[in-house]
């Protein structure tokens, strides 16, 4: 973890919500000090905590308790955090700290759902790159500790080849060999196929995996035998917790589903002064 690269994201965040100065707390505000808690409404998977920590850190004068561990679940009415220092600190980063621990613990909690149900199959949830512009690394690193894996961080770590690529190249094939002219071969190459013809001509390519793209569980079925534990299978497209069992099919490796990240709820925390 970039810890410097952290710390200006939450200069951001905090910066976007103070502006030039917090008013009220300005009005208000004579030197006091105060002690204040986060608690649970509601429960869930614990994800955010380095951050609120760092964050509190950079307002400065405020000591932090830490009730429960990163990835450990919480019910309603659990103490999170309890915080104690000075108060226009506390104040001032109340809604961000706030925003990152819900948003955050609403991912983990969800895919600490689709990992429990893959468990039993050996099969890894993958996320996406379906997230929220300037927020991505926060959002994965939720993924991570809800127990799912990251798929790749972003355009420049690994090859996929997705349908506009093929279009705009002219065939998989043509698409597979330029990739291969330019892009140092430490890349492993994962294309997406849209039917069984495709699959094949993917296979006879010798791609390192293969991403069946909105298949019914019947047709990953067939293209898992076909594949023969030639190259690695990923399942995509429309998959929520609701139907994702029906997609654990032996010689899956990988499921992805965005929805653990953008259709994720926040959890509902509160920060309370005492």
Not at 42 to 51: A, M, R
Not at 67 to 90: H, M, Q, R, V, Y
Not at 192 to 210: I, Q, R, S
Request: contains cysteine; neutral net charge.
């Amino acid at each position: 973890m970039n810890k410097i690269l952290i710390r200006e994201k939450l200069k951001e965040f905090l910066n976007e919500d103070l502006g030039y100065q917090d008013i009220t707390t300005e009005g208000i505000y004579r030197g006091e000090r105060a002690k204040a808690i986060i608690k649970a409404k509601e429960s869930g998977v614990l994800s955010g905590l380095p951050f609120v920590e760092e964050l509190f850190h950079l307002l400065g004068k405020v000591e932090i308790k830490t009730s429960k561990k990163e990835g450990e679940s919480f019910k309603a009415g659990d103490t999170l955090i309890e915080l104690e220092g000075d108060a226009k600190s506390i104040l001032t980063g109340e809604r961000v700290a706030l925003n990152i621990l819900q948003r955050l613990s609403g991912i983990a909690t969800t895919t600490r759902k689709f990992v429990k149900k893959l468990e039993p199959k050996g099969i890894k949830i993958l996320d996406t790159r379906k997230t929220t512009p300037g927020f991505r690394f926060f959002e994965k690193y939720a993924v991570r500790v809800g127990g799912g894996t990251n798929h790749r961080f972003a355009l420049y770590d690994m090859v996929l080849i997705k349908d506009n690529h093929k279009k705009v190249a002219g065939s998989l094939k043509e698409a597979v060999k330029r990739v291969r002219e330019r892009i140092s071969p430490v890349y492993k190459i994962e294309v997406e196929v849209e039917n069984l013809k495709e699959l094949e001509e993917a296979l006879e390519l010798g791609v390192d995996t293969v991403m069946l793209d909105n298949f019914l569980p019947e047709e990953v079925k067939e293209a898992v035998k076909l594949v023969n534990g030639r190259c690695l299978v990923e399942v995509s497209g429309n998959i929520t917790l609701e139907n994702l069992e029906e997609y654990a099919i032996e010689g899956v490796h990988f499921i992805s589903s965005g929805s653990i990240i953008h259709s994720s709820r926040w959890i509902d925390l509160s920060l309370k002064i005492l």
